[in-house]
């Protein structure tokens, strides 16, 4: 599976979008991106998932290049309930679905 | 999105004894069934994957004999740590998914103490 390079933390302020960035230039292309979130002490929870265009669904929307080298995760109205370290991951279906987690961007919502 | 359990949410055990750790898919049929170890301000990682009816697959360094996971229905998989050590003290992970490219559901997690 390719690697990813996230940025270790990133800060936001409640309300505003938040923009996490993930590099995955040696992607190939049937690997998909996988964005998942952990909340302390808490199992992972999915969040979002492509593989060539940008989808959106309730709770974030998933931008990814198109050379597909890079994706940005967007919270577009972060609560300090989405403070939590984001995870951006990639994975063929032909990999038996297994993850295999970096170490993610921390994100805390400020007030 | 679909729901899984662990049980226990939290376990102390002695030195030497062994821990077994439940992960049930509630409202899905879970193809293959993973295993994740996580240490204190690390990442998850990866421990072993199971599917129903067949032995497990783990990933290196992972020692089969010490985690045994059974498989036994599409909704259930254990995880028991045999002879465990406070170096097994961690936090235990499963998650359950199927097969394709479709988003794997996590437990809660278990946290396991061992003195």
């Known amino acids: 599976d390719a690697k990813t390079t996230q940025p270790t933390s990133m800060d936001c302020a409640e309300g505003r979008a938040a923009n996490l960035p993930c590099n995955h230039s040696?992607?190939?292309?049937?690997?998909?991106v996988y964005w998942y979130r952990q909340i302390h002490s808490q199992g992972p929870q999915y969040i979002i998932h492509g593989l060539k265009n940008n989808e959106t669904n309730e709770m974030a929307s998933l931008i990814i290049t198109e050379d597909r080298k890079s994706s940005t995760l967007i919270l577009p109205h972060a609560t300090l309930r989405d403070t939590a370290v984001y995870y951006c991951?990639?994975?063929?279906?032909?990999?038996?679905?297994?993850?295999?987690f970096g170490q993610g961007t921390e994100l805390s919502v400020k007030p | 999105g679909a729901v899984v359990s662990q049980h226990p949410s939290w376990v102390i055990c002695k030195s030497g004894t062994s821990v077994k750790i439940e992960c049930r898919s509630l409202?899905?049929?879970?193809?293959?069934m993973f295993w994740y170890r996580q240490f204190p301000k690390q990442s998850l990682m990866l421990m072993a994957t199971s599917n129903e009816g067949s032995k497990a697959t783990y990933e290196q360094g992972v020692e089969k004999d010490k985690f045994l996971i059974n498989h036994a229905s599409l909704t259930l998989s254990t995880l028991t740590v045999t002879s465990a050590h406070p170096e097994d003290s961690s936090f235990y992970i499963c998650s359950g998914g199927l097969a394709g490219p479709y988003e794997q559901y996590f437990g809660p997690g278990t946290r396991l103490t061992v003195t």
């Open positions: 040696t992607i190939s292309g049937n690997e998909y």
């Open positions: 409202d899905f049929q879970a193809t293959t």
């Open positions: 991951i990639v994975r063929s279906d032909n990999q038996g679905g297994k993850l295999i």
